[in-house]
């Protein structure tokens, strides 16, 4: 069974910072690209930081500078580091196992104050 467990979100105030994990399991993680999404209120669902099985990372512009994705192939977890928050940066973020097969976590709640 696969599951990808996001934890870290929270209530931050603007300028502050958070670190997003993504436990995987049940899939082989050192072979599916990573990535976190978001979803904003009445929004779509957009990408904001991919990382490629060679580690390459690649980010939306709006988050470029501030945060950073960084994945850890042994213990199986994907991170998003997250500095100088916005409010515009309010969502849910979901982790995504992009492979043979689509999986997603259940996301975490990040709310950042102004």
């Known amino acids: 069974q696969v599951q990808l467990v996001e934890s870290g979100g929270g209530l931050v105030q603007a300028g502050g910072s958070l670190r997003l994990s993504c436990a995987a399991s049940?899939?082989?993680?050192?072979?599916?690209?990573m990535a976190w999404y978001r979803q904003a209120p009445g929004k779509q669902r957009e990408l904001v930081a991919r990382?490629?099985?060679?580690?390459?990372?690649a980010y939306v512009d709006s988050v470029k500078g501030r945060y950073t994705i960084s994945r850890d192939n042994a213990k199986n977890t994907l991170y998003l580091q997250m500095n100088s928050l916005k409010p515009e940066d309010t969502a849910v973020y979901y982790c995504?196992?992009?492979?043979?097969?689509?999986?997603w976590g259940q996301g975490t709640q990040v709310t950042v104050s102004s």
């Open positions: 995504n196992a992009d492979g043979p097969f689509d999986y």
């Open positions: 049940g899939i082989i993680f050192r072979a599916y690209t």
């Open positions: 990382i490629t099985v060679g580690s390459n990372p």
